[in-house]
């Protein structure tokens, strides 16, 4: 995992000097700026590359929570700082966590936790390659390499970059061979791999420049592709 780039905002210096210790302890974290104003930190926001932000609600002229309000989607991670008194107005600008001060160790850990285990990558299950029955030989194919499969009565076509397999196999038995977290059935002539359309459309996708047709009663597989 790359190291995230924090920015400390709190007009208070003590606040700054807790969290930077706090933040050195963690080697996925790195302090790369100080901001004591919200003014100062829109400005370094604007310059720099943030991944996250431990923004201080109770400000002057300008508190954290309106700071956040400018920041638009695209903002970094945001983990906001205060003391009791100042309630948290709400979640609606989705923040990782709300911290009260003063900042223990293992509560500022709890929350840059919360981030850590949205930035690890999702590893993907192995996935077997496929023997296929190619005519009198057998050919070894990863799945990965297919980009959809057409029917061809007791025969399919195996369509990979850049060749087409014809294979011993029905488009059930296809099916069935084929990972269920890659592949989805669109029509009862074609399989088709998730994550390589182009482009679809109610009636069909696009594949290698291809527009393959959507059936009826497939549509509901459609949809959980777009949802993939």
């Known amino acids: ?14 606040a700054h000097y807790v969290l930077e210790a706090h933040i050195e302890k963690v080697q996925a974290l790195q302090v790369v700026g100080h901001s004591y104003n919200a003014m100062e930190a829109a400005n370094f926001l604007h310059r720099e590359k943030v991944d996250v932000v431990f923004l201080d609600i109770n ?21 906001l700082t205060a003391y009791s008194e100042f309630a948290l107005e709400s979640y609606e600008y989705d923040v990782v966590d709300y911290i009260l001060k003063p900042i223990s160790f293992p509560r500022f ?6 981030i850590l285990q949205q930035e690890a990558p999702v590893e993907k299950p192995a996935v077997e390659p496929l023997v296929l029955k190619t005519g009198s030989t057998q050919t070894t194919v990863d ?17 990979l970059e850049n060749k087409c397999l014809i294979v011993n196999a029905t488009t059930a038995e296809m099916e069935k061979l084929l990972p269920a977290s890659c592949f989805v059935r ?7 791999a998730t994550d390589k359309v182009e482009e679809w459309g109610p ?22 592709l777009k949802e993939r």
Do not use: W
Not at 143 to 159: A, D, F, R, T, W
Not at 186 to 192: G, L, Q, V
């Open 109 to 114: 850990l709890k929350a840059v936790n919360k």
């Open 59 to 79: 400000m002057p002229e300008l508190s954290g929570l309106d700071l956040l309000k400018t920041l638009g989607t695209a903002r970094p991670k945001i983990i």
């Open 186 to 192: 669109i029509h009862k002539s074609y399989i088709i």
């Open 1 to 14: 995992m790359q190291t995230l780039r924090c920015l400390i905002v709190d007009d208070e210096p003590g």
């Open 203 to 224: 009636r069909h996708v696009v594949i290698l420049d291809e527009s393959l047709p959507v059936g009826q009663t497939f549509k509901i597989n459609l949809n959980k």
């Open 143 to 159: 799945p990965s390499e297919i980009y959809y499969v057409q029917s061809m009565g007791n025969y399919v076509k195996v369509y």
